[in-house]
């Protein structure tokens, strides 16, 4: 209290001792002392005025306070938002950088954040895609399918993986999309992350390597020779049916079985069981071994085989398995129920053997690929079909109407998808059902991943199969068309 008195009467004393010498100035420069008196009333006023700022100077200087604080906690604000838009900036650098489509949603679905490669993705720049949702980006039925995995992700509240084949600008492409939620301090889900990756080279690999797979199947199985291969642990990897014919198990048995249980053999000189280790390292693999064997069969008959083994390498050079290659060294010992592998009786799918070996009917074959056309006559006239070939779908259909109205009708065909330079099979198909709507017609492809393939039913076609072919799944396929 009494600093504040000392403070008014210095504010006063001071705005009199203003006026007062400012009265002394004007009485030294005009000569006149009547204008001093004059000047008592400024000076009065000066005093007053003092009184008043000495009164108001603690109001003042609160004043003055909170503008200071004021204008700190502002620059401390502009700092916390030039480090907020710092982050945001290397946020939006970094995702722009990564080679992958990103994108980031909010809990209602609406893209918050997108890099450029998802903006090529979706063909729409980032001034479309801000805010908007996927029904308004893709079409219904890849909006329908992302929002069902959007909200599988927010269900569990945790990160999920999925693999989706959708129709884009760029054309068909399969994605592995890793989904992700984001959480606030309080543990709700603000927002949804996801990165995708394009794998649809790496699809139509995997096809490509299931198709020579396939391809490689129909030659082995055609050998006049047996081949069994196994992994480094004794498991068989491949096993052809002259393989299953030696030995008496079948090609569904013997996949996946140890070697030995499978396989097992004497030296025909010495009578000593023949032990195959594929996993030996010091196995040299330009050497093959050659070794004359007896192989007993369940019915007590011997079979003399020339047998030989390769060691499989990998690219580095590590031995993967064995390759076993058997030769038939006297008559050939081929019971009917072993013939091309025939199911076992305890197998759901068995053929009967007459059925099998009986007359089936005729199929007509069309495929471009002389090779394949070939291939597949041979495999249906091991099942007991008639075969006719053409290379294109015009030739299909002038073999068909040949025989349409005859007492020995085509009972189905077996229709390549696609011909080069010529009529493929949607269209052949097409014309033939508008001749003979009874007509029994399946697709063949080496492609899996062809929208045809996935909705062969809308064109006509009543199955589907996968070339190179598997002799018991296209008999099994045109056993069901038939019936």
């Known amino acids: 209290m009494n600093k504040s008195v000392g403070f008014l009467a210095l504010h ?9 010498l400012l009265a002394v100035l004007n009485l030294l420069v005009s000569g006149n002392p009547k204008t001093f008196g004059v000047l008592i009333i400024p000076a009065l006023i000066g005093l007053s005025i003092g009184l008043l700022v000495g009164l108001n100077r603690k109001k003042w200087l609160s004043k003055c306070a ?14 916390v938002v030039q480090q907020q838009k710092d982050h945001s900036d290397n946020l939006q650098r970094l995702v722009s950088n990564i080679p992958l489509p990103i994108y980031l949603k909010d809990k209602d679905h609406r893209y918050l954040l997108a890099n450029s490669h998802f903006e090529n993705l979706a063909g729409k720049q980032w001034f479309e895609l801000k805010g908007q949702t996927d029904y308004e980006i893709f079409p219904t039925p890849v909006a329908d399918l992302f929002r069902e995995q959007d909200q599988d992700v927010m269900g569990a509240g945790g990160p999920r993986t999925f693999e989706e084949t959708v129709p884009l600008q760029s054309g068909i492409v399969t994605f592995e999309t890793f989904k992700f939620p984001l959480v606030n301090n309080h543990g709700n889900i603000y927002a949804l992350g996801g990165v995708c990756t394009d794998i649809t080279q790496l699809k139509v690999a995997e096809d490509q390597l299931k198709a020579q797979k396939k391809r490689l ?21 491949m096993f052809n049916h002259k393989a299953a014919e030696f030995t008496g198990h079948s090609k569904t048995s013997a996949i996946g079985s140890n070697l030995e249980k499978i396989y097992q053999v004497q030296d025909a000189r010495s009578g000593a069981a023949v032990h195959l280790d594929p996993g030996q390292e010091h196995q040299n693999p ?20 020339i047998q030989k083994t390769i060691p499989l390498l990998d690219g580095f050079g590590q031995h993967t398995g064995l390759l076993i290659v058997l030769n038939e060294k006297t008559g050939m010992i081929k019971p009917v129920d072993q013939f091309v592998d025939l199911p076992k009786a305890s197998d759901s799918n068995r053929f009967d053997s007459d059925e099998y070996l009986a007359p089936q009917g005729r199929i007509l074959v069309m495929d471009d690929d002389r090779l394949v056309r070939k291939t ?9 079909y008639e075969v006719l070939t053409a290379q294109n779908g015009e030739e299909a259909i002038s073999i068909y109407l040949e025989h349409m109205n005859t007492n020995q009708p085509i009972n189905a065909i077996i229709m390549d998808l696609t011909v080069p330079g010529g009529m493929g099979g949607v269209e052949a198909t097409e014309k033939i059902m508008a001749l003979d709507p009874k007509a029994r017609i399946m697709v063949a492809s080496g492609y899996s991943n062809n929208p045809i393939m ?30």
């Not at 909170?66 to 700092?79: F, H, S, T």
């Not at 330009?286 to 085989?305: A, C, F, H």
Request: charged residues 20%; hydrophobic residues 45%.
């Open 286 to 305: 330009d050497t093959v071994s050659v070794q004359d064997v007896n192989l007993t069969q369940e019915d007590g008959r011997i079979l003399q085989l």
């Open 454 to 483: 996935a909705n062969y039913l809308a064109y006509g076609f009543l199955a589907r199969v996968e070339k190179p072919f598997d002799l018991d799944e296209l008999l099994v396929t045109i056993k069901n068309i038939l019936e």
């Open 376 to 384: 597949t006559q041979l495999m249906l006239g091991r099942g007991g």
């Open 12 to 20: 006063s004393l001071a705005g009199l001792a203003l006026f007062l």
């Open 217 to 237: 199947d129909t030659v082995l199985n055609h050998l006049e020779v047996g081949v069994i291969t196994t992994d480094a642990t004794g498991q068989i990897t």
């Open 66 to 79: 909170e503008l200071d604080d004021a204008a700190e906690e502002l620059a401390r604000q502009l700092v």
